[in-house]
């Protein structure tokens, strides 16, 4: 059974790209186009990996991230931030709410696929 990944940005066409690239390794990917949209999501379905742009209307990556680590059932799956910011105290923020890694847009394909492979295998 293939892992499963929650991929999380208002861009349709970087959901696409980050599906298209995960399903080319064998993952399953699923979208949501904001992070109140992930989280009704993550109601009923579970996920091996998040992956989560900062910046998106109605309720954006880092705040999602904090209600992600408050649910017990969720609090240990693996979040990727990929956003264009690359600021040091975006960073640190993004950590203190419990992200596991951060990519800087636009992103290697390749890289992408090293990193999912990394924190949760093929």
């Known amino acids: 059974m293939s892992k499963r990944v929650l991929c999380v940005d208002d861009s349709a066409s970087i959901r696409q790209m980050i599906a298209f690239t995960l399903e080319s390794a064998g993952y399953e990917a699923s979208t949501a186009v904001d992070g109140a949209d992930a989280l009704r999501t993550l109601e009923t379905e579970g996920f091996n990996l998040i ?25 240990g799956v693996p979040i990727v931030m990929l ?37 949760i295998g093929a």
Do not use: C, Y
């Open 51 to 75: 992956i989560t742009d900062l910046n998106m209307p109605n309720l954006d990556g880092i705040a999602m991230i904090r209600q992600i680590r408050a649910q017990p059932k969720h609090a």
């Open 83 to 119: 956003t264009t910011e690359s600021d040091e105290t975006k960073k640190a923020e993004g950590r203190s709410a419990g992200a596991t890694g951060w990519i800087v847009k636009p992103f290697d394909q390749t890289k992408l696929v090293a990193v999912v492979n990394k924190l």
